[in-house]
């Protein structure tokens, strides 16, 4: 039983995108609408929308097959967890970074999305777990990838304001978001200083693709006690674990 929340349009895109994946032939329009007990003209205007965004084509005998377009899906999907795998992987290499809260997100919008944790001995207070989501202005992830927006694309995105500060910290508009961002376009690292939790500090970089939008950001979190003692040496770390991911990611370093 499909959920309540479901639309019927796109439940029935799916539906016939898995018939012609676990199919041991290709099917006709016909033959989809008859398997699925869907009506002709529905079937055939799916999948008339399928042949324009290359989800699927179509052979000389009007049979049905997957399209080139799903491999850019599969490739952004494998992307994502490769950096997670690297991520745990090269982490190993820098003593320096073990002995903290090193974070890896992605940005989703105006939020930041956790994807992996390697959790420091000592607690911060602040849970990071795969799924948190919390505001990008306010984390050094999330500024380390907002940083590689246009300002254009910046002021589109906060048109409807900035985020609810969570301590007296945190940006209150986006002229001073914009002007910290400056900055992070300059020395590739951000900062959260105290902007998600009073007394915690954290430093962040991206990865960025070839065309230089993010991948993925990473952040180390500490007291701030001990930031104003480490601050040199994690950010250097950290810029050395990222431009080791990128390498290995086969990204060309700009």
């Known amino acids: 039983m499909k959920p309540s929340t479901s639309v019927p349009a796109i439940d029935k895109m799916c539906d016939i995108l898995d018939l012609i994946t676990t199919s041991s032939f290709a099917l006709t329009s016909a033959e989809i609408a008859t398997q699925l007990d869907l009506p002709r003209s529905t079937t055939h205007n799916i999948l008339q929308s399928l042949l324009a965004r290359h989800l699927v084509f179509k ?24 950096v997670i795998q690297l991520f745990h992987e090269l982490i190993t290499h820098f003593p320096s970074l073990l002995q903290h809260t090193v974070t890896l ?29 919390v505001p990008a202005a306010f984390s050094a992830t999330g500024k380390a990838m907002l940083a590689t927006y246009s300002d254009q694309s ?14 007296p910290y945190g940006v209150t508009t986006l002229e001073a978001l914009m002007t910290e961002l400056r900055q992070i376009r300059q020395s590739n690292i951000s900062l959260d200083n ?7 500090y954290c430093l ?7 065309n230089g939008e993010a991948i ?8 701030q006690q001990e930031y104003q003692r480490q601050q040199q040496n994690v ?4 810029l050395a674990l990222a431009s080791q991911m990128t390498q290995k990611l086969g990204i060309k370093s700009k």
């Not at 899906?73 to 992307?79: H, N």
């Not at 105290?194 to 915690?200: F, H, S, T």
């Not at 993925?216 to 007291?223: E, Q, W, Y």
């Not at 950010?235 to 950290?238: K, P």
């Open 105 to 133: 997100s992605k940005i989703d919008g105006t939020e930041v999305v956790f994807l992996a944790c390697h959790e420091s001995p000592a607690p911060l207070g602040f849970t990071f777990h795969a799924g948190v989501r």
């Open 194 to 200: 105290g902007q998600l939790r009073e007394g915690m």
């Open 235 to 238: 950010s250097e770390s950290l």
């Open 216 to 223: 993925a950001g990473m952040a180390v979190s500490f007291l």
């Open 59 to 82: 052979d000389r005998d009007n049979r049905f097959h997957l399209g080139s377009y799903l491999l850019y899906w599969a490739g952004k999907y494998e992307q994502q967890h490769r």
């Open 154 to 167: 910046l002021m589109q995105m906060f048109a409807n304001n900035m985020p609810a500060p969570l301590t």
């Open 204 to 210: 962040g970089t991206c990865i960025r693709d070839n």
